[in-house]
């Protein structure tokens, strides 16, 4: 039972961890375990301690927030900087020369301008066949 430790010292109290100790009071309770936080009545939550003697829970949850809301900065600036990168990804060749690894716009323009220079090949090969064939009809090659 933890009403026992009650006028002790803090330490003894939480030997237990079932008990909760209250500073301002210096009682030892059993911790209410269906509630995460212990109700004001019972205890001041700048004079509940649990677990340790060092740290109150009004220092734990301001140490939890701060921790939490810079895992939520931190997150959200990493998800920034991944989505935001449109055309700066870079991948090194073999050389360690950086390359620019190309997106879907830079995919489809590059396959646009390849079809367009094997269509502007074929029209030159059929122009030279057409010249030469009539340079063979008068006679000029």
């Not at 059993?30 to 009004?58: H, K, M, Q, T």
């Amino acid at each position: 039972d933890c009403r026992q430790y009650t006028n002790r010292s803090c330490e003894e109290c939480l030997k237990n961890v079932t008990c909760l100790w209250c500073a301002s009071s210096r009682t030892c309770m059993e911790y209410p375990v269906r509630r995460i936080l212990p109700p004001a009545d019972l205890c001041e939550l700048r004079s509940a301690r649990w677990g340790v003697c060092w740290v109150n829970f009004e220092a734990l949850i301001i140490a939890m927030s701060v921790v939490g809301g810079s895992l939520l900065i931190m997150l959200g600036v990493c998800c920034c900087c991944c989505c935001c990168k449109k055309k700066s990804k870079k991948q090194v060749s073999r050389g360690g020369d950086p390359l620019v690894v190309p997106d879907k716009d830079d995919e489809r323009a590059a396959r646009e301008r390849e079809k367009r220079r094997v269509r502007q090949e074929e029209r030159r090969a059929e122009m030279k066949s057409r010249h030469d064939e009539i340079r063979r009809k008068y006679g000029t090659v």
